[in-house]
């Protein structure tokens, strides 16, 4: 291997002599590449925004189809339901609301079977079909039938292109649109927000129960951009999490999913004093607003009981009025009236709404109608205002035989009602499309930023968008996903940085760059690396989206890049985009650089320069074909075909491979075929041995045995700053030059080697931050020991072998150790669990990381109607009076 190698270097460097005129040296600009990656990101997002744009016309369309419209509670209409299309009845029937829908394959939506001229509607598990609300929404929305999706106010979901739903296990579709963040975030504002539970004496039984549903319900409804915190109250006030007190937290889902916890550990005994506990709140929501650090647009109270004995004026002529800057929101629990008058007055004379929750079955719908109230001034304002989500796995029940779940982000606006000029407000739904993150990666130049190099984007709130370490599913290919996935914060990844400094500066939109020592782990965390990183970042500008930022990281494998202009080769990564035109679709990437070539089609767009340096390697490396084909004529060389495969890579995505076997013989009958999916190159990463190969020092071999029971190692060398070699070898032929080469040191010497484990974990599960691992420390070549078995000391040396990364063990022979303990490598935990698990889990609910607030605000209008404001019954005629009394000295203050 090694004379091969070295022929092989011999043969590369020739050619490359040859063609040296042709070329040019270029060192790469980090800051240049990702200021070019920007501005096709802003290209990008530019149209799909302009695609979100162009369906407003539709959405008017939409809002004009509502404005002449009129509710018919009698309305007969037959829609295509997402759950009900092709399903027959036991006699063969297309059920009702059912009916044959054709279904078809298609590319362009990873292979899903869809319809692309109809819409299907998903109406949630809990609420009916024909509902007399859902049926005229359905009627008047058949203007959006080709809108990607819409999210009605009402509960039900437009989608198109049509697809079938699938229930669950338990024929159940738990997804309700207004549940999901682009629908919260594009209705209404960001809010902080103030619940208060009453666990007073007379909430006992099914109404505490009741009660803890609501403000689960209510925790549902907040997004990254809103702030809360839950307090008990009977006698005294009790914060929920009592290391809170006094402050507000992001709605992120680890901190909805730590206050969750704790609602179990409610219970209800003593009186309640509702006016201590208003008190509380309201000094809560200015105290925080003051700090800057909340949302600094909508505030809420959220007042979840079973009564009120009085409309406690005395408080909200302190703390609200006549501003009413806070709305208030109170859930009455029970079937009892008796308080309902209280609690409504409440709710209109601080531009809130009362609702009446007397089961567990009203939660959901009643909890939604706040929602309606708080984006009254953005439909009066008539704001379409575009948002951007997280990023998100896509998981909505639909059948199609993808690759399993993707990570989407969604732009969304919201659809109003343009009856009566709609001083009260009315939310229609939200209209969005969903971007598969997939398109982002595409355009990320992976060839420039290197082996370990990657690119990665944050949100406004310092959540990842979108970077190699973010992995949301327990295990590739499962459907089941991590519970926090879609807020993991940048330090928790990029966690040398302990200041924050990349993290600050890319939520802040600042352009620059960073360097910072690192640890990384590689091929699947069995390996580590330390490394010197240099981060550029930059924003993206020119788009409404929040996550702005996205740097890039380039490593010290490829500062240089090679252009030159030459003829043919066939190509392994992304060169033409052939995903923009339907007819370019079934294009291979080589027949696609013909063509562009060619000038045959003028409309392909293709990396130019990255052509030519795939072609540049292409001539260079052509020698190696005529060089292994004699190889493999000489039977000699290869007589027990223990050489079954030689390969090669470069930077640019130009492999070449040569069978010295048939196929059928091959150890590994997977290595470098597209089931091996770490060992080929593709436009996300380069191959594994690829990797390998440029971590050790050029020249050097690098060998690899897989794990498992494949009878195979590989061995790769680095040869130049862009280009790998190996061959795939049989393990037992590699054993026995082992041993031949052994022996051959002194044929006097008997030595015997054993097999010692070194056992610990060698694999990251969900939720580690810290584990043991091995590293090769090359600069020592070679130590000593002894190993104690029962009493007989037996030594050993560990030698490294020159030009590569094995280690020679010999191991003297003159003790039996078959019964010693293997040797283990153990973690020892530095912090006591214990002792700093409470006090660590409370500073990190407390600290506030810098974020960007959005930049719409909607928090309230003086033309709305705060009248609206909730209950199946109207106020009493005196309670009435008074509230008229109460606007009308407002108004005039």
């Excluded at 939109?509 to 590689?522: A, D, I, P």
């Excluded at 930077?651 to 075929?673: I, K, P, Y």
Aim: aromatic letters at 10%.
């Amino acid at each position: 291997t090694p004379v091969a190698a070295c022929c092989l270097l011999l043969m590369i460097n020739s050619k490359y002599k040859e063609l040296e005129k042709s070329v040019r040296v270029e060192e790469i600009d980090g800051m240049k590449v990702v200021k070019n990656l920007s501005k096709k990101m802003e290209e990008m997002f530019r149209k799909k925004k302009e695609a979100i744009r162009v369906q407003i016309s539709l959405v008017e369309a939409a809002e004009e189809a509502h404005l002449q419209h009129e509710e018919n509670p009698e309305l007969q209409y037959e829609y295509f339901n997402a759950v009900l299309i092709n399903e027959v009845d036991e006699e063969g029937n297309n059920v009702e609301l059912g009916g044959e829908f054709v279904l078809e394959p298609n590319e362009h939506f990873n292979n899903l079977s869809v319809n692309l001229s109809l819409s299907v509607v998903q109406v949630p598990t809990n609420m009916y079909n024909k509902d007399p609300a859902i049926v005229n929404g359905v009627y008047w929305s058949e203007s959006l039938n080709k809108v990607f999706y819409f999210g009605s106010a009402k509960g039900f979901f437009r989608q198109y292109p049509g697809v079938k739903w699938h229930p669950d296990e338990h024929g159940v579709i738990a997804f309700d649109c207004r549940n999901r963040k682009w629908y919260i975030q594009a209705a209404t504002s960001p809010k902080d927000v103030v619940i208060l539970v009453d666990v007073s004496g007379s909430m006992k039984g099914l109404r505490l129960t009741i009660a803890r549903q609501t403000v689960s319900s209510i925790l549902d409804t907040l997004g990254d951009d809103d702030f809360f915190n839950i307090i008990a109250y009977n006698q005294e006030i009790h914060y929920v999490e009592p290391c809170l007190n006094g402050t507000l937290v992001r709605a992120d889902r680890n901190n909805k999913a730590h206050f969750r916890e704790h609602l179990d550990k409610l219970f209800a005994k003593g009186i309640g004093l509702l006016g201590d506990a208003l008190t509380e709140a309201f000094t809560i929501l200015g105290d925080f607003n003051q700090t800057g650090h909340g949302s600094v647009c909508s505030q809420a109270i959220m007042l979840v009981t079973d009564g009120a004995t009085q409309m406690y004026d005395d408080v909200f002529a302190k703390f609200n009025w006549p501003d009413r800057k806070v709305r208030i929101f109170p859930y009455l629990i029970g079937r009892e009236s008796a308080f309902a008058d209280n609690m409504k007055w409440m709710a209109c004379a601080n531009k809130g709404y009362f609702s009446q929750i007397s089961t567990l079955a009203d939660v959901q719908e009643n909890v939604m109608r706040y929602l309606h109230v708080m984006s009254r001034p953005k439909v009066i304002d008539h704001e379409h205002d575009t948002v951007w989500t997280e990023a998100y796995m896509d998981s909505t029940g639909r059948e199609g035989p993808t690759s399993g779940p993707s990570l989407m982000t969604t732009v969304a606006m919201p659809v109003f009602s343009t009856k009566n000029e709609t001083v009260s407000g009315i939310l229609l739904g939200v209209v969005g499309t969903d971007i598969p993150l997939q398109e982002l990666m595409k355009i990320i130049p992976k060839h420039l930023l290197g082996i370990h190099g990657y690119a990665f984007a944050i949100t406004n709130n310092g959540y990842i968008l979108t970077h190699p370490d973010l992995r949301p599913l327990y295990q590739k290919g499962q459907k089941r996903r991590k519970p926090n996935y879609s807020s993991v914060d940048l330090s928790e990844v990029e966690w040398e940085d302990k200041d924050d400094f990349l993290r600050n500066a890319m939520v802040n939109r600042k352009t620059g760059t960073f360097s910072m020592e690192v640890k990384k782990t590689v091929d699947k965390g069995k390996r580590l690396l330390k490394m010197h990183n240099d981060y550029y970042y930059t924003e993206v500008k020119g788009t409404p989206f929040r996550f702005s930022q996205f740097p890039i990281y380039l490593d010290t494998f490829s500062n240089y890049i090679f252009l030159g202009c030459v003829s043919t080769c066939s190509f392994d990564r992304t060169y033409c985009n052939t995903d923009e035109y339907y007819e370019h679709r079934s294009l291979s990437q080589i027949q696609a650089i013909k063509l562009y070539l060619t000038g045959r089609k003028p409309l392909i767009k293709c990396d130019r320069e990255l052509i030519q340096e795939v072609l540049f390697d292409a001539v260079v490396t052509a020698p190696l074909e005529a060089y292994w084909t004699g190889l493999a004529l000489n039977k000699s060389e290869n007589s027990d075909k223990g050489v079954e495969i030689a390969y090669l890579g470069t930077r640019t995505g130009l492999s070449r491979t040569n069978l010295f076997v048939v196929q059928e013989d091959l150890s590994n009958q997977d290595f470098l075929t597209a089931e091996d999916k770490e060992g080929v190159f593709n436009a996300d990463h380069f191959p594994l041995w690829y990797k390998r190969a440029a971590e050790q020092v050029p020249g050097t071999f690098v060998y690899s045995i897989p794990f498992g029971d494949v009878q195979c190692a590989d061995s790769s060398v680095f040869l130049k700053s862009t280009i790998a070699v190996g061959i795939q070898m049989n393990l037992n032929f590699f054993q026995r030059k082992f041993w031949t080469a052994s022996r051959q040191v002194d044929t006097h010497t008997h030595t015997q080697i054993d097999s010692f484990k070194l056992q610990g974990k060698t694999m990251l599960v969900p939720c580690d931050t810290e584990y043991p691992a091995f590293v090769s420390e090359r600069t020592i070549k070679e130590t000593t020991g002894n190993i104690d078995c029962e009493g007989c000391v037996r030594s050993f040396v560990i030698q490294q072998i020159p030009s590569s990364n094995l280690f020679m063990v010999v191991v003297d022979n003159k003790c039996d150790c078959s019964s010693t303990l293997p040797v283990w490598f153990i973690s020892i935990s530095i912090l006591n669990p214990s002792a700093h698990n409470e006090s660590l889990k409370c500073d990190r609910l407390k600290f506030q990381k810098d974020r960007k607030r959005p930049e719409s605000c909607h928090p309230f209008h003086p033309e709305e109607n705060a009248m609206e404001c909730g209950g199946a019954a109207g106020l009493s005629a005196p309670l009435t009076g008074a509230l008229l009394s109460l606007l009308a000295t407002l108004f005039t203050r």
